[in-house]
């Protein structure tokens, strides 16, 4: 199956500061890839959807001056948490679709986020 | 009434049990029907794909899709205890160009 990856894997901050996560495609193009934030024992939720060469659609409730989402090439999109708060901690998962096959949408592994 | 329902769980079954997981929707437009597993703290895993109503089998997992019924199941055989982790289900409105999830059903199997 194709592979996303996503680094880094785990990060701590402190508050205030900005993290940088990037969600690449190790071994397919993705024109459009997905960010999601995920809570203990609860589902995916869908923060913004990322175009290559395009700005990010965010979902509704989702601060896109906090949130910034770069996808500047056919294989990496990159999520910044800005001016990080102890409530951004989470997981964050990218995941990235195969071009021309909508449900075809492979998930990196994660970053765990914990602001102090 | 929310978009996807699934049963939260947990299940627990013993190794080698028949297990069967579900999920109904609301939006008859949803196209495709998709089955991925969570492991903890670790990002999920597409496991199946079916576009239409019917069985789709894939070694010890099959899924079956009732559209009339707008419900969908995910039956996995022999269960092993690596089969224990959260399963979402996962609907596509081509149309609308985004999958929604489903909560999850966590999985326990006991050796």
């Known amino acids: 199956g194709a592979v996303v990856s996503q680094h880094p894997s785990w990060v701590i901050c402190k508050s205030g500061t900005s993290v940088k996560i990037e969600c690449r495609s190790l071994?397919?193009?993705?024109?459009?890839m997905f960010w999601y934030r995920q809570f203990p024992k609860q589902s995916l939720m869908l923060m913004a959807t990322?175009?290559?060469?395009?700005?990010?659609?965010?979902e509704q409730g989702v601060e896109k001056d906090k949130f910034l989402i770069n996808h500047a090439s056919l294989t990496l999109s990159t999520l910044t948490v800005t001016s990080a708060h102890p409530e951004d901690s989470s997981f964050y998962i990218c995941?990235?679709?195969?071009?021309?096959?909508?449900?075809?949408?492979?998930f990196g592994p994660g970053t765990r986020l914990t602001v102090t | 009434q929310k978009e996807v329902e699934q049963d939260p769980g947990p299940l627990s079954v013993p190794e080698g049990a028949i297990v069967s997981l579900n999920c109904t929707y609301s939006?008859?437009?949803?196209?495709?029907f998709m089955w991925y597993r969570q492991y903890s703290r670790k990002g999920p895993e597409l496991l199946m794909y079916?576009?239409?109503?019917g069985n789709k089998e894939d070694g010890r997992f099959t899924a079956q899709v009732d559209k009339s019924s707008k419900y969908i199941s995910l039956f996995i055989r022999d269960s092993q205890p690596s089969d224990s982790a959260t399963y979402l289900c996962?609907?596509?409105?081509?149309?609308?160009?985004?999958?929604?999830f489903g909560p999850g059903t966590s999985l326990s199997v006991i050796p």
């Open positions: 990322s175009n290559e060469g395009s700005k990010a659609t965010y």
């Open positions: 995941s990235a679709r195969v071009v021309g096959y909508q449900y075809e949408q492979y």
């Open positions: 071994d397919f193009q993705a024109t459009t």
């Open positions: 996962a609907l596509l409105e081509t149309s609308y160009d985004k999958v929604i």
């Open positions: 939006n008859s437009a949803f196209q495709y």
């Open positions: 079916t576009y239409s109503s």
